[in-house]
T-cell receptor, first 110, second 117 residues
Framework: RKEVEQDPGPFNVPEGATVAFNCTYS??????FFWYRQDCRKEPKLLMS???SGNEDGRFTAQLNRASQYISLLIRDSKLSDSATYLC???????????FGRGTSLIVHP | DGGITQSPKYLFRKEGQNVTLSCEQN?????MYWYRQDPGQGLRLIYY???????QKGDIAEGYSVSREKKESFPLTVTSAQKNPTAFYLC????????????????FGDGTRLSIL
């Protein structure tokens, strides 16, 4: 079983839609969680950290479910500019070496 | 502005040749990393360094070498032993490996694309 798993997609949604991605992780000792955005042929950029109580940044909401070992990213009112690959990143407390998921591709169309 | 600078942006390697990718950061970060990304794939860790003069192998270190003589610099050499070097190489850094610092995201350079001639 892979340490961090994401549905690769692509998720193809119209502008204005709400879309949600999940990411599951296998190491119950994982302590830090992040969502990154990667545009085509570019470097990953931090979108948001994921906190235990859940957190929101504008149209983006991240949640953590430790019992089921997954994190989620919800995007409301999708924009064309949201089209990208979204990477889930998990770090375990023992090593601080982050593990990246393969990413979920989002395509927002007019 | 602080950040990570990778150079060159594009690099071509001839068969049997070693090439070196540069990574410089002015964020005063202790930890630095090198990743490889193949098309449609996730990031795979090549090497990482927690502190100056120390580095550790990642998941795919064979055919690569690194050095960490200065805090700011973490160059990656792709040796002739790496038979399939064509990929997107990303350098990253984080503040440090201190357990007192939680939720440390990685900062990335804008990458180097390496191809075989």
């Amino acid at each position: 079983r892979k340490e961090v798993e994401q549905d690769p997609g692509p998720f193809n949604v119209p502008e204005g839609a709400t879309v949600a991605f999940n990411c599951t992780y296998s190491n119950s000792a994982s302590q830090s969680f992040f969502w990154y955005r990667q545009d085509c042929r570019k470097e990953p950029k931090l979108l948001m950290s994921v906190y235990s109580s859940g957190n929101e940044d504008g149209r983006f909401t991240a949640q953590l479910n430790r019992a089921s070992q997954y994190i989620s990213l919800l995007i409301r009112d999708s924009k064309l500019s949201d089209s990208a690959t979204y990477l889930c990143v998990v770090s375990s407390g023992g090593s601080y070496i982050p593990t990246f998921g393969r990413g979920t591709s989002l395509i927002v169309h007019p | 502005d602080g950040g990570i600078t990778q150079s060159p942006k594009y690099l071509f390697r001839k068969e049997g040749q070693n090439v070196t990718l540069s990574c410089e950061q002015n964020l005063n970060h202790d930890a630095m990393y090198w990743y490889r990304q193949d098309p449609g794939q996730g990031l795979r860790l090549i090497y990482y360094s927690q502190i100056v003069n120390d580095f550790q192998k990642g998941d795919i270190a064979e055919g690569y070498s690194v050095s960490r003589e200065k805090k700011e610099s973490f160059p990656l050499t792709v040796t002739s032993a790496q038979k399939n070097p064509t990929a997107f190489y990303l350098c990253a850094s984080t503040l440090g490996f201190s357990r007192d610092v939680s939720n440390q995201p990685q900062h990335f350079g804008d990458g180097t694309r390496l191809s075989i001639l």
